[in-house]
Nanobody
Framework: HVQLVESGGGSVQAGGSLRLSCTGSGFTLSANHVAWFRQTPGYEREGVAAIRRDDLTAYTDSVKGRFTISKDNARKTLYLEMNMLKPEDTAMYYC???????????????WGQGTQVTVS
């Protein structure tokens, strides 16, 4: 049974930082493509950052230079370091894991429950 649990969200002032974590169980993190998505009510879910099995990373343009995705395979934990936060970063953040094509298309079979980030 695959389970992903996010943590680390919260409220922060613009310019501040947060570090999100996503801990998985029931699967091998190193064998999967993993990513962070975010969604604001009334808007489509957006891919924020992804990291492949070979550790290649990708970011949506709006977070480049501010967010860093990383993972610890031994701890089965995915991270998202978010710096210089802006009000437009406010959203529910979700982690996802699966095969590369599923994650890239937003159709992952495995999702966390989400953690809220609010920037004022």
């Amino acid at each position: 049974h695959v389970q992903l649990v996010e943590s680390g969200g919260g409220s922060v002032q613009a310019g501040g930082s947060l570090r999100l974590s996503c801990t998985g169980s029931g699967f091998t993190l190193s064998a999967n493509h993993v990513a962070w998505f975010r969604q604001t009510p009334g808007y489509e879910r957006e891919g924020v950052a992804a990291i492949r099995r070979d550790d290649l990373t990708a970011y949506t343009d709006s977070v480049k230079g501010r967010f860093t995705i990383s993972k610890d395979n031994a701890r089965k934990t995915l991270y998202l370091e978010m710096n210089m936060l802006k009000p437009e970063d406010t959203a529910m953040y979700y982690c996802a894991a699966d095969q590369c094509q599923r994650v890239a298309s937003g159709t992952s079979r495995y999702w966390g429950q989400g953690t809220q980030v609010t920037v004022s």
